[in-house]
């Protein structure tokens, strides 16, 4: 046989076991990696149902999953009795590990009282067709308030913005939108407010006429807007106060003259007496007279 085949023969076998060598380890990496992926698993609560906001966390309501220690969600659950009896604050879809952000504590209520934040009050206020624009107010809507009345001392009625860039909370009992986005017909709107603005708004709400604007909701500007009266609708400007005839107003008060102190002033000296002089000439004498201050 030819020394020549036999090299190649022997070279192409022995880079042969070179590449299955090769190749064998690497299977063996991969599968070993694959065992310690297995067995590193952790528990994990996921949702067995959607879970909407308002309510709240049953066992029938959640299911345990298995993931990867590695990528288990901070903020997950690993036991089922630490989500139970929780409300929900937020949306969560089936299959999705439940966290602790989406969940109120427990004992914190149902329905909106989960979802307020701390220093914050809900408001409800009585709507229409025409206050609650149609029925569009959903749940997550910003609105301003608008207020018409009759103020104290003024002689029409004015339309003003009490309040602006408020959340709709619920539109009636519904305390997120409609799956559709259609209207929600609702016969009262409850939005989310500061103490002060609470007040502001129920007492709108009780001596006035209440009419929601609805806004943008990346729109956060405060316009500062004077108001309207009536008189202002027929292009007129608003008549100024009149004073009653029984109070005219007070005239002014006249000052006397200020007092000068004049000072008495003494007449001036006489002039002295002219200076005289005796001349005597022999026998006779002759007096002459001289002016002051000639000498």
């Given at each position: 046989?030819?020394?020549?085949?036999?090299?190649?023969?022997?070279?192409?076998?022995?880079?042969?076991?070179?590449?299955?060598?090769?190749?064998?380890?690497?299977?063996?990496?991969?599968?070993?990696?694959?065992?310690?992926?297995?067995?590193?698993?952790?528990?994990?609560?996921?949702?067995?149902?959607?879970?909407?906001v308002g309510t709240s966390v049953h066992p029938a309501d959640i299911k345990l999953g298995k993931m990867?220690?590695?990528?288990?969600?901070?903020?997950?659950?690993?036991?089922?009795?630490?989500?139970?009896?929780?409300?929900?604050?937020?949306?969560?879809?089936?299959?999705?590990?439940?966290?602790?952000?989406?969940?109120?504590?427990?004992?914190?209520?149902?329905?909106?009282?989960?979802?307020?934040?701390?220093?914050?009050?809900?408001?409800?206020?009585?709507?229409?067709?025409?206050?609650?624009?149609?029925?569009?107010?959903?749940?997550?809507?910003?609105?301003?308030?608008?207020?018409?009345?009759?103020?104290?001392?003024?002689?029409s009625t004015v339309t003003a913005t009490c309040l602006q860039n408020m959340l709709v909370l619920s539109?009636?009992?519904?305390?997120?939108?409609?799956?559709?986005g259609q209207a929600m017909q609702a016969a009262t709107v409850t939005l989310l407010a500061t103490p002060?603005?609470?007040?502001?708004?129920?007492?709108?709400?009780?001596?006035?006429?209440?009419?929601?604007?609805?806004?943008?909701?990346?729109?956060?500007?405060?316009?500062?807007?004077?108001?309207?009266?009536?008189?202002?609708?027929?292009?007129?400007?608003?008549?100024?106060?009149?004073?009653?005839?029984?109070?005219?107003?007070?005239?002014?008060?006249?000052?006397?003259?200020?007092?000068?102190?004049?000072?008495?002033?003494?007449?001036?000296?006489?002039?002295?007496?002219?200076?005289?002089?005796?001349?005597?000439?022999?026998?006779?004498?002759?007096?002459?007279?001289?002016?002051?201050?000639?000498?």
């Amino acid at each position: 046989m030819d020394r020549r085949f036999l090299t190649v023969l022997g070279v192409s076998l022995l880079f042969a076991l070179v590449i299955s060598s090769v190749f064998y380890q690497m299977t063996a990496r991969a599968g070993s990696t694959k065992k310690v992926e297995n067995t590193d698993l952790k528990d994990v609560v996921l949702a067995a149902r959607p879970l909407s906001v308002g309510t709240s966390v049953h066992p029938a309501d959640i299911k345990l999953g298995k993931m990867p220690a590695s990528a288990f969600p901070k903020g997950a659950f690993s036991k089922a009795e630490e989500v139970i009896d929780r409300p929900v604050v937020s949306n969560i879809l089936i299959d999705e590990p439940v966290l602790d952000g989406r969940l109120a504590a427990r004992g914190s209520g149902l329905g909106l009282a989960p979802i307020i934040p701390v220093g914050m009050r809900a408001v409800t206020v009585r709507v229409n067709d025409v206050t609650g624009i149609s029925g569009f107010v959903l749940p997550g809507m910003r609105v301003d308030v608008l207020v018409t009345g009759h103020p104290p001392n003024a002689e029409s009625t004015v339309t003003a913005t009490c309040l602006q860039n408020m959340l709709v909370l619920s539109a009636g009992t519904a305390i997120q939108p409609d799956a559709r986005g259609q209207a929600m017909q609702a016969a009262t709107v409850t939005l989310l407010a500061t103490p002060e603005q609470a007040e502001t708004l129920t007492l709108a709400n009780n001596e006035g006429r209440v009419q929601l604007v609805l806004r943008n909701g990346s729109d956060q500007t405060i316009e500062k807007t004077p108001g309207r009266e009536v008189a202002e609708l027929y292009g007129a400007r608003a008549p100024k106060k009149k004073v009653a005839a029984d109070n005219p107003p007070p005239k002014p008060v006249r000052r006397p003259p200020p007092v000068v102190n004049v000072v008495a002033t003494a007449p001036p000296p006489p002039p002295p007496p002219p200076d005289q002089i005796v001349v005597i000439r022999g026998t006779q004498k002759s007096v002459e007279t001289v002016a002051n201050g000639v000498k």
